[in-house]
Structures are given as C-alpha cells and as structure tokens.
Nanobody, 126 residues
Framework: QVQLVESGGGLVQAGGSLRLSCAAS????????MGWFRQAPGKEREFVAA????????SHADSVKGRFTISRDNSKNTVHLQMKSLKPEDTAVYSC???????????????????WGQGTQVNVSS
C-alpha cells in the first residue's frame, strides 16, 4: 500500500514562491505516474501537474503553466511542485497522487490515480 505525505505548504504573499514535496513509501515509486491536484473551498478538485515514471515527461494545467514546475527524484521517492509568482487564486489544499497500476503516462483525471496524500494548505494573500 502506497503512502503519500505532502509538505511545504504555508502562507505566502502574492508574487511569492513555495516548494511542495510529496514523499512516497510502501511501493515502487519509480514505476508510478505522479500528479498534483488542488481543491479550493467550494470548488472541485482540479489537476495541476503530472509527471511520468521514467522519462519524466510532464504536463501542467494552463492556469499554472510557466509558474509551476513538477519534478521527481526517484532515488528519494519524492515528487516536488515548485510554485512561483503565486496568485491569490492559487489558494487551495494541494494533494499529490500516484497511479500505481497500468502504463505510466500523463493523466489529468482524478479517477486515474489510486493513492492520495492528505494534502497541504497553500494560502496566498493579496
């Protein structure tokens, strides 16, 4: 059973930066597609970014493209989300997710992932 633990959230002013991390245990991290999602109050969970297992191909939502970067370190079983030029509308709970079965490709749907972390809160003040 894969366990995911996020860290790095907090309060930051608009225009600032944060780096989120997600540590995985209990599985074969290097085989999984990893994703970041976020959920703001009163809104549905939405895709932020994803990265494949081996080639490290990435995809980012249009709303964060050019500001956020997903990366992974398979030697440390960790995936990161570097966030720059943060905006108040980026305020949300950010969760990492793993797709532990099947072919590793880019997936943007929450249904494609079968392991989730508890999330970390990011608050961006104006």
């Amino acid at each position: 059973q894969v366990q995911l633990v996020e860290s790095g959230g907090g309060l930051v002013q608009a225009g600032g930066s944060l780096r989120l991390s997600c540590a995985a245990s209990g599985g074969t991290f290097s085989r999984y597609t990893m994703g970041w999602f976020r959920q703001a109050p009163g809104k549905e969970r939405e895709f932020v970014a994803a990265i494949t297992c081996c080639r490290g191909s990435t995809s980012h939502a249009d709303s964060v493209k050019g500001r956020f970067t997903i990366s992974r370190d398979n030697s440390k079983n960790t995936v990161h989300l570097q966030m720059k030029s943060l905006k108040p509308e980026d305020t949300a709970v950010y969760s990492c997710a793993a797709r532990t079965t099947g072919y590793s490709a880019i997936y943007t749907s929450t249904n494609a992932y079968d392991a989730w972390g508890q999330g970390t809160q990011v608050n961006v003040s104006s």
